[in-house]
């Protein structure tokens, strides 16, 4: 079962697959935390990349797909969270055949967005991420899962939270129509300003109903 995750940044794309992956104990893959692991890591490939990251744009097709092939091309079994996010990228997917079961689209407007990433802390080494408002950590600054401290992101400044939306909007309509008109890959839409665990629920229902198993 393969299951990509698509929705602007902020929509809860990372919140909702890291509960599908505990509770079901399938991976899920999440390029961005791919290649923050890189950054935090100080490796001659996050050297590379990390103004690029931090500064909201795209990194280039050949390194994404060069990190993600043998994991996507290997798994039986995957949530994928941040690919593919151009068509260059898409079109591997289609061209390595590899059999997605749906796309998860799931929807919030930019205000929601800016807000909710003001707000977001995360922790670098399980990746689950927190907000202020919305989604508190069980212990204040600490991480549910490690202990570890929580931190901001780098790219959730305002300034760049604007061009990563604008990056999404200029480049999703086109991935989404090729990904369907050839690969005639299933999508649902997902209202992501619904709470956490109704979104949840909403997803679990939505894969039992589409018979896929998990
Ligand atoms: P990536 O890490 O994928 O970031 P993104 O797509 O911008 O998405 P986010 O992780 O910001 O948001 P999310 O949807 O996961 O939301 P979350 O669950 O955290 O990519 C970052 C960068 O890496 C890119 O800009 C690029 O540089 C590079 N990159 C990655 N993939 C690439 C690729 N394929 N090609 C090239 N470059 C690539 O939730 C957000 C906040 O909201 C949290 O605080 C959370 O607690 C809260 N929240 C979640 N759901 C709800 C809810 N329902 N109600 C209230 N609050 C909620
Ligand atoms: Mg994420």
């Known amino acids: 079962m393969k299951i990509i995750f698509l929705g602007p940044p902020g929509s809860g794309k990372g919140t909702q697959a890291k509960l599908i992956e505990q509770k079901f104990n399938i991976r899920f893959v999440s390029v961005g ?3 923050r692991n890189e950054i935090k ?3 001659l490939l996050g050297l590379k990349i990390k103004d690029i990251q931090n500064n909201g744009y795209l990194i280039s097709d050949d390194i994404i797909i060069d990190m993600v092939k043998n994991i996507i091309i290997d798994e039986k079994n995957l949530i994928l969270d941040g690919f593919p996010r ?3 990228q898409a079109k591997f997917l289609l061209a390595m055949k590899i059999n997605i079961d749906i796309i998860i689209n799931i929807n919030v407007e930019d ?3 800016i807000k909710r990433l003001k707000y977001r802390l995360i922790n670098k080494k399980s990746h689950k ?3 202020l408002i919305y989604n508190k950590p069980k212990i204040k600054n600490k991480d549910d899962i490690t202990g570890g401290f929580l931190t901001l992101r780098a790219d959730d400044k305002y300034l760049t939270i604007l061009k990563r939306l604008k990056i999404y ?3 999703i309509d086109n991935i989404i129509f090729l990904l369907k008109e050839v690969g005639k890959i299933k999508q649902i839409n997902i209202n992501g300003t ?3 665990i109704d979104i949840f629920n909403e997803i679990e229902k939505i894969l039992y ?3 896929i198993r998990i």
Do not use: G
Request: hydrophobic letters at 25%; charged letters at 20%.
């Open 41 to 43: 890591n100080s490796t």
């Open 111 to 113: 205000e929601i967005i």
């Open 129 to 131: 991420s927190y907000n």
């Open 33 to 35: 935390d791919i290649i």
């Open 194 to 196: 619904n709470n956490i």
């Open 86 to 88: 151009t068509l260059n």
């Open 209 to 211: 109903e589409k018979n």
């Open 169 to 171: 909007k200029n480049t």
